[in-house]
């Protein structure tokens, strides 16, 4: 391998591997402790000379590169002016053309509002907020192998409990979870799978309770599962039937991820709110409640908000990130990523019986093993990354490989990318 000048990991990182023992906490993991010291979009350069094919963006961060020069420039030009004044004190046009922006790029076309905030957790927790404010109700709904954050609450609308949640509690209450549909486990149709949520939500919440459903398009952390056609939309209209409000969170799939501004699209589902981070500024710390104006309006002034949320360089990289996307057209890029890698995942799965799923959406994929183990996902990222390729793990039962390449990357590095992949599996 001509990327590659030393064993992964090298000497350097090592050396600074151990001095962040002293230093970090044990608490923080890292996938492959490898120390980077620059990017260029698919390649990560580390402090060794090696250079990482990057199939994970960071989770699905830098969807429009690393570093994407519209990004750069709009932050160096931000910085130059100001760093903060704190929004909520002294207001600056940036917040407000990211807000445009999102209002304009999210499902539907009816008025909308936006708030900023830093992190997805963050805006998770503000859309409850909101959704209780609104509703005057309690409960919030959501769903088996869901991912939300790792704060109180949101560690409550986790289902996941190692390492999310294991020792952290007692969590937030009122929040139930129901079945999700999981086309490869439960074999049912959206309908029925719809019809089977829906059912666990009257009988264990009652209808009349419930503030908002929060669910992913697409699972993320909990094994990029698609829900069956038509789970959405069910989902959705029973939602608008019973008073309760719908939020999709898209922090994971949001900004051109799933070949679509948004995963709601692919179904024309329109969610009363929509939580973003992840891909909305290019790798800079922001995140979004976008939704009905009449519902963002009702809270009372000063009820949202926070120190840094919707920081002026963070504003400036969005709106550099979000005119990539649109000069780039990477909602076709995303889709042309999915033409390349699921014939060639396909292939492999004709040749191997250690996998049992090929999924996703754009360049949002994941190969999910047979096994209930994390075993073989484990030992094909393992072969990876000794090979200089970034591929991250995912699902409740740790068994799926999941593929988020930069929406940039070039082709001849995504198939060296895959080239290791397919030859990493059993
Ligand atoms: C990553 C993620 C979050 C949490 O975002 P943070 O910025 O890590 O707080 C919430 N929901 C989904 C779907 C995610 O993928």
Request: with cysteine; aromatic share 6%; glycine share 10%.
């Amino acid at each position: 391998m001509t990327r590659l000048r030393t064993a992964i990991p090298g000497p350097r990182s090592l050396e600074l591997s151990a001095r962040r023992k002293g230093a970090v906490a044990a608490g923080v993991g890292s996938t492959l402790p490898v120390f980077i010291e620059s990017a260029d979009d698919g390649v990560l350069f580390d402090v060794d000379g090696n250079q990482l094919i990057d199939l994970g963006s960071g989770i699905a961060v830098t969807n429009v590169g690393n570093p994407a020069p519209a990004v750069a420039e709009a932050v160096h030009a931000q910085i130059d002016r100001f760093s903060h004044t704190c929004f909520m004190i002294t207001p600056y046009e940036g917040y407000l053309e990211v807000c445009e922006h999102l209002n304009e790029l999210t499902p539907g076309d009816h008025e909308k509002r936006s708030v900023l905030f830093n992190s997805g957790a963050e805006a998770v927790e503000n859309a409850v907020k909101i959704a209780r404010h609104t509703t005057g109700r309690q409960a919030v709904v959501v769903f088996d192998h869901g991912y939300h954050g790792r704060t109180n609450l949101t560690m409550a609308l986790t289902a996941k409990n190692m390492p999310y949640k294991h020792r952290f509690g007692p969590f937030a209450p009122e929040v139930y979870r129901v079945p999700m549909s999981y086309p490869f486990h439960d074999g049912l149709d959206g309908v029925e799978a719809a019809a089977r949520a829906i059912a666990a939500i009257e009988k264990q919440v009652g209808a009349d309770n419930v503030a908002a459903v929060v669910i992913e398009p697409i699972q993320g952390e909990g094994g990029f599962i698609v829900p069956a056609k038509g789970f959405l939309p069910s989902v959705a209209s029973w939602c608008r039937a019973n008073g309760a409000l719908f939020i999709a969170d898209e922090i994971q799939t949001g900004f051109c991820r799933t070949g679509d501004w948004f995963a709601s699209d692919h179904e024309g589902v329109v969610p009363d709110l929509i939580t973003t981070a992840k891909g909305i500024a290019g790798g800079l710390p922001l995140a979004a409640v976008t939704g009905r104006a009449e519902i963002l309006d009702a809270v009372h002034t000063g009820g949202l908000g926070g120190t840094y949320g919707g920081n002026p360089v963070a504003c400036a990289a969005a709106l550099g990130a979000i005119r990539t996307m649109r000069d780039r057209d990477l909602n076709t890029a995303a889709r042309r990523i999915e033409e390349i890698v699921v014939p060639r995942l396909r292939k492999v799965a004709e040749r191997t019986d250690v996998i049992g799923d090929i999924r996703g959406r754009g360049a949002m994929l994941a190969i999910e093993f047979t096994e209930r183990t994390p075993d073989v996902a484990a030992k094909v990222a393992k072969a990876c990354h000794e090979q200089g390729v970034v591929v991250l793990t995912c699902g409740t039962y740790g068994n799926v490989i999941r593929l988020l390449p930069p929406l940039v990357i070039p082709d001849e590095v995504l198939a060296e990318g895959l080239d290791i992949l397919e030859g990493a599996i059993p």
